[in-house]
């Protein structure tokens, strides 16, 4: 019998469990799956999950923009969770959750922090002072002691896969290890696939958006739909506007895409430098589109799309979630986050490893395009 981080007697007889992860919409597109299993595999549990905010600034100016986080539109909506911890954004805001979580006396509480675990199997033993911590674990060098002394704190440590570069496992294969390790539960490849289940209320905006743009339905049969995400966080995995338009451009060429209408992403404080260089181009059919009112208007709109090409962030994951065909540009570093769907996805690397995806060329694209 596999032997678990957390004994089977003690998951019984609990009532309660703390997750503390630091999340994207990435995260989280293949974690839900996992976090519905446990639940299902432990119902009298009550699951709380405490999202600890990386970029946390006493900058008070960058707090409404945090606050807003997409992501916390679609975990709240999650059945899983009982309590969900957001505001930890701030100093004084984290200081008020760790007061709140201490309050809750979890007998387990489990850190899936993959950025500085050291930091977080602090957070979890200050939270738990006498509960089963587990979290993940780094190899401390000589000169981080302190490393070491943090992970002391922790009772058991989820150990990592080991990688292959022949066979590189996907993202949805780590999180099964760890929660095979944590508990022995066992999430079938069937059951990875990301989901999202949108709002009526989303979907009908959606509608109401694509009529005011002119995109809708009409009796001799729409045209195709196409959705471009060039924007990522980090500049490394952009892809540059001029080459959307570029795109867009030679698409307009083909017979199959001539008359298509295309929406390009744009993140908010992308807005106006996007609206600038698109308009300079005066496409036709083209719309910009930012989900600043809530995470599902994203969902909404992809699921309404006949193609999505996106760089490597949440857009590409999303797509397989409403199952529309996409294609993902990418660069080699980080192949475990390819998109899992391959039926309804194309795959295009940077050329060298220490490429940007800037590297891909509107050629590319072009020639992978149905």
Same mark, same amino acid.
């Given at each position: 019998?596999?032997?678990?981080?957390?004994?089977?007697?003690?998951?019984?007889?609990a009532?309660?469990?703390?997750?503390?992860?630091?999340?994207?919409?990435?995260?989280?597109?293949?974690?839900?799956?996992?976090?519905?299993?446990?639940?299902?595999?432990?119902?009298?549990?009550?699951?709380?999950?405490?999202?600890?905010?990386?970029?946390r600034?006493?900058?008070?100016?960058?707090?409404?923009?945090?606050?807003?986080?997409?992501?916390?539109?679609?975990?709240?909506?999650?059945?899983? +969770?009982?309590r =969900?911890?957001?505001?930890?954004?701030?100093p !004084?805001?984290? %200081?008020? $959750?760790?007061?709140?979580? /201490?309050?809750e006396?979890?007998?387990?509480?489990?850190?899936?922090?993959?950025?500085?675990p050291?930091?977080?199997?602090?957070?979890?033993?200050?939270?738990?002072?006498?509960?089963?911590?587990?979290?993940?674990?780094?190899?401390?060098?000589?000169?981080?002691?302190?490393?070491?002394?943090?992970?002391?704190?922790?009772?058991?440590?989820?150990l990592?896969?080991?990688?292959?570069?022949?066979d590189?496992?996907?993202?949805?294969?780590?999180?099964?290890?760890?929660?095979?390790?944590?508990?022995g539960?066992?999430?079938?490849?069937?059951?990875?696939?990301? +989901?999202?289940? =949108?709002?009526?209320?989303?979907?009908q905006? !959606?509608?109401? %958006?694509? $009529?005011?743009?002119?995109? /809708?339905?009409?009796?001799?049969?729409?045209?195709?739909?196409?959705?471009?995400?060039?924007?990522?966080?980090?500049?490394?995995?952009?892809?540059?506007?001029?080459?959307?338009?570029?795109?867009?451009l030679?698409?307009?060429?083909?017979?199959?895409?001539?008359?298509?209408?295309?929406?390009?992403?744009?993140?908010?404080?992308?807005?106006?430098?996007?609206?600038?260089?698109?308009?300079?181009?005066?496409?036709?059919?083209?719309?910009l589109?930012?989900?600043?009112?809530?995470?599902?208007?994203?969902?909404?709109?992809?699921?309404?799309?006949?193609?999505?090409i996106?760089?490597?962030?949440?857009?590409?994951?999303?797509?397989?979630?409403?199952?529309?065909?996409?294609?993902?540009?990418?660069?080699?570093?980080?192949?475990?986050?390819?998109?899992?769907?391959?039926a309804n996805?194309?795959?295009?690397?940077?050329?060298?490893r220490?490429?940007?995806?800037?590297?891909?060329?509107?050629?590319?694209?072009?020639?992978?395009?149905?």
């Open positions: 019998m596999l032997q678990t981080l957390i004994p089977a007697e003690s998951l019984k007889k009532d309660k469990m703390l997750f503390i992860t630091h999340l994207a919409l990435g995260d989280f597109t293949y974690l839900q799956n996992f976090f519905h299993a446990f639940k299902r595999a432990h119902p009298q549990l009550k699951l709380h999950l405490w999202i600890d905010e990386v970029r600034t006493s900058d008070a100016t960058q707090w409404r923009h945090l606050e807003k986080y997409a992501l916390y539109d679609w975990v709240a909506v999650c059945p899983c +969770f009982d =969900i911890y957001t505001r930890t954004y701030s !004084a805001l984290y %200081q008020e $959750s760790l007061i709140a979580a /201490r309050q006396h979890y007998p387990t509480v489990v850190s899936l922090a993959t950025l500085r050291h930091r977080y199997a602090n957070l979890a033993r200050s939270i738990s002072p006498d509960g089963l911590v587990i979290g993940m674990k780094n190899l401390a060098r000589f000169y981080q002691p302190h490393h070491s002394l943090a992970y002391r704190k922790l009772d058991a440590a989820i990592p896969c080991r990688a292959r570069c022949d590189p496992q996907h993202i949805s294969d780590i999180y099964a290890h760890w929660f095979r390790q944590i508990s539960l066992e999430v079938a490849a069937t059951d990875r696939l990301p +989901f999202v289940d =949108i709002p009526a209320q989303w979907q905006v !959606a509608q109401e %958006q694509l $009529s005011t743009w002119g995109f /809708r339905n009409d009796a001799t049969g729409r045209s195709k739909l196409v959705f471009i995400n060039p924007y990522a966080k980090t500049r490394k995995r952009c892809w540059p506007l001029e080459r959307v338009t570029a795109l867009i030679a698409m307009k060429k083909q017979n199959q895409w001539c008359d298509s209408s295309f929406i390009v992403n744009a993140v908010p404080q992308e807005l106006i430098q996007a609206r600038r260089v698109i308009s300079s181009y005066r496409l036709e059919r083209t719309e589109f930012s989900a600043e009112e809530n995470f599902f208007q994203l969902p909404a709109i992809l699921a309404q799309c006949d193609l999505i996106s760089v490597e962030t949440a857009v590409m994951h999303l797509a397989n979630a409403v199952h529309v065909p996409v294609i993902a540009l990418m660069r080699q570093k980080n192949p475990e986050w390819a998109p899992i769907d391959r996805s194309t795959v295009i690397t940077a050329p060298k220490r490429d940007w995806v800037k590297a891909i060329t509107v050629e590319q694209v072009m020639k992978v395009i149905p």
